[in-house]
């Protein structure tokens, strides 16, 4: 549905003249493909490019250079007139929300129906419906100050949703809330994600943002896609060094094991579980199975949207032979392991 190529942004540096020498690039030769009712996330820490990049795909930002595909049109190439139509299309949710503080809830979700051209019965009515969606029609009446964050973060959201939107856009959505309002802005967005089947992209500083909510996910670091792939994929394997210091700042330590490596004799395994085999007794079976004693170095069990994983890292103090049946053993359960000593 959107595929990004060769896309590069070149500010001019600060000071500078704009010329070639004098320019920053933001960002250089991103390519992505982000499909049809995905949630896709963007991470990186401040300055990587993020807002840069999201705001590519309603060209709030012009590229440097390369395209910006969207259902087959690259918007890089509209018209201003096409532009438009195009940009009511795509909602956008902000950091700080962004609202008319002398508006009410109600008016605030109408004003971009009322850009829209729709007389004023249908405004009303569609934004009464959206912000029932959102879970505020208690509050059509009360003006953005009256709210709490995550209430005007949902008005935000409702704003975005007016038009029907089949890409919605979400620059820092959560950083201004706290931790549980956080958790309910996620929920909702995954709702909606399934409820209305749009694509959401969303940009965070946070793993734990992209663990709620996101299918997949790309690394932004100084500008370049430095990861990317399933969720899943990139928290039991993250190859990139940004992606795994992301990670170990969210709690998911995948190095962790190595301060107690030297204590251990033996292989070290580290086995990747998915979904319900989070949950079987698979240890102590092959244990009693091969008369082999396992010690767990390190364990993490969470969850990725709806769906259980699990990583072990295990010291395996046995003979080879031994090691050879677990190692098959693990291969015939179609237990995702490597050795990793
Ligand atoms: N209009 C601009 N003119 C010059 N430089 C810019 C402009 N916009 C962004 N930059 C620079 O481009 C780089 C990327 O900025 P961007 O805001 O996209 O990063 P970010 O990852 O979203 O960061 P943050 O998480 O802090 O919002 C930064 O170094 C920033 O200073």
């Given at each position: 549905?959107?595929r990004?190529?060769?896309?590069?942004?070149?500010?001019?540096?600060?000071?500078?003249?704009?010329?070639?020498?004098?320019?920053?690039e933001?960002?250089?030769?991103?390519?992505?493909?982000?499909?049809?009712?995905?949630?896709?996330?963007?991470i990186?820490?401040?300055?990587?490019?993020k807002?840069?990049?999201?705001?590519?795909?309603?060209?709030?930002?012009?590229?440097?250079?390369?395209?910006?595909?969207?259902?087959?049109?690259?918007?890089?190439?509209?018209d201003?007139?096409?532009?438009?139509?195009?940009?009511?299309?795509?909602?956008?949710?902000?950091?700080?929300?962004?609202?008319?503080?002398?508006?009410?809830?109600?008016?605030?979700?109408?004003?971009?129906?009322?850009?829209?051209?729709?007389?004023?019965?249908?405004?009303?009515?569609?934004?009464?419906?959206v912000?029932?969606?959102?879970?505020l029609?208690?509050?059509?009446?009360?003006?953005?100050?009256q709210?709490?964050?995550?209430?005007?973060?949902?008005?935000g959201i409702?704003?975005?949703?007016?038009?029907?939107?089949?890409?919605?856009?979400?620059?820092?959505a959560?950083?201004?809330?706290?931790?549980?309002?956080?958790?309910?802005?996620?929920?909702?967005?995954?709702?909606?994600?399934q409820?209305?089947?749009?694509?959401?992209?969303?940009?965070?500083?946070?793993?734990?943002?992209?663990?709620?909510?996101?299918?997949?996910v790309?690394?932004?670091?100084a500008?370049?896609?430095?990861?990317?792939g399933?969720?899943?994929?990139?928290?039991?394997?993250?190859?990139?060094?940004?992606?795994?210091?992301?990670?170990?700042e969210?709690?998911v330590?995948?190095e962790?094991?190595?301060?107690?490596?030297?204590?251990a004799?033996?292989?070290?395994?580290r086995?990747?579980?998915?979904?319900?085999?989070?949950?079987?007794p698979?240890?102590?079976?092959?244990?009693?199975?091969?008369?082999?004693?396992?010690?767990i170095?390190?364990?993490?069990?969470?969850?990725?949207?709806?769906?259980?994983?699990g990583?072990?890292?295990?010291?395996?103090?046995?003979d080879?032979?031994?090691?050879?049946?677990?190692?098959?053993?693990?291969?015939?359960?179609?237990?995702?392991?490597?050795?990793?000593?």
């Open positions: 549905m959107i990004i190529e060769n896309l590069s942004k070149s500010f001019p540096a600060r000071g500078g003249d704009g010329g070639p020498e004098g320019a920053f933001a960002l250089r030769d991103i390519d992505l493909e982000i499909g049809q009712g995905e949630v896709f996330g963007i990186g820490r401040s300055g990587a490019g807002s840069t990049l999201i705001r590519m795909l309603n060209l709030l930002e012009r590229p440097s250079s390369g395209s910006v595909w969207i259902d087959g049109v690259d918007i890089t190439r509209l201003m007139p096409a532009l438009r139509t195009l940009r009511q299309r795509i909602g956008m949710v902000f950091q700080h929300f962004n609202l008319l503080d002398s508006r009410t809830v109600l008016d605030n979700v109408c004003f971009p129906l009322r850009l829209a051209g729709l007389p004023r019965a249908e405004r009303v009515a569609r934004a009464k419906e912000l029932e969606l959102v879970g029609s208690a509050h059509v009446a009360a003006y953005p100050r709210l709490s964050g995550g209430q005007r973060q949902r008005v409702a704003r975005a949703l007016a038009n029907r939107p089949t890409l919605l856009l979400c620059d820092e959560t950083s201004a809330l706290d931790p549980e309002t956080t958790q309910s802005i996620l929920r909702l967005l995954a709702d909606i994600n409820r209305l089947g749009l694509t959401i992209v969303l940009i965070t500083h946070g793993m734990d943002v992209i663990r709620s909510v996101c299918d997949r790309a690394v932004l670091d500008g370049r896609v430095v990861e990317s399933e969720v899943l994929d990139v928290f039991l394997h993250p190859r990139h060094a940004v992606t795994q210091r992301l990670l170990a969210s709690g330590q995948a962790g094991w190595q301060a107690l490596a030297d204590a004799p033996g292989r070290i395994l086995l990747s579980l998915r979904g319900d085999d989070t949950a079987r698979l240890l102590s079976r092959l244990s009693r199975e091969l008369d082999v004693d396992l010690s170095l390190q364990g993490t069990v969470s969850r990725i949207k709806e769906a259980h994983y990583q072990l890292v295990l010291a395996v103090d046995a080879e032979a031994t090691v050879a049946r677990l190692l098959a053993r693990l291969a015939e359960a179609r237990i995702d392991h490597e050795v990793l000593r």
